[in-house]
Nanobody, 124 residues
Framework: QVRLVESGGGSVQTGGSLRLSCAAS????????MGWFRQAPGTEREGVAS???????RYATTVQGRFTISYDNAKNTLYLQMNSLKPEDTAIYYC??????????????????WGQGTQVTVSS
């Protein structure tokens, strides 16, 4: 059973920073594609960023230049460094993973495994 557990969420003021972590377990091998998604109250879940086994990253335009996604194979942990946070970044952030090869991008249907989420709140 694949398990993804997010941590690092919290409350910050506009312009602040947070680093989210996602500990992965239950894999027979390293994941090919991992991503971060977020969902604000009353909205649909949206893609934030993704990273593949080669370290190639992709970002939503709304977070480009502010967020950085990375994966540490040795620690089986995905990270999302969030800087220059804005109130519109407030959401529950979810970690996702998939072992299937191909195009890796932050699209909902691309991932087979999901974490339970961690709350990020940015006050103005």
């Amino acid at each position: 059973q694949v398990r993804l557990v997010e941590s690092g969420g919290g409350s910050v003021q506009t312009g602040g920073s947070l680093r989210l972590s996602c500990a992965a377990s239950g894999y027979t091998g390293s994941p090919y594609c991992m991503g971060w998604f977020r969902q604000a109250p009353g909205t649909e879940r949206e893609g934030v960023a993704s990273v593949d086994t080669d370290g190639r990253t992709r970002y939503a335009t709304t977070v480009q230049g502010r967020f950085t996604i990375s994966y540490d194979n040795a620690k089986n942990t995905l990270y999302l460094q969030m800087n220059s946070l804005k109130p519109e970044d407030t959401a529950i952030y979810y970690c996702a993973a998939d072992r299937r090869g191909g195009y890796c991008y932050p699209g909902l249907s691309r991932y087979g495994y999901w974490g339970q989420g961690t709350q990020v709140t940015v006050s103005s």
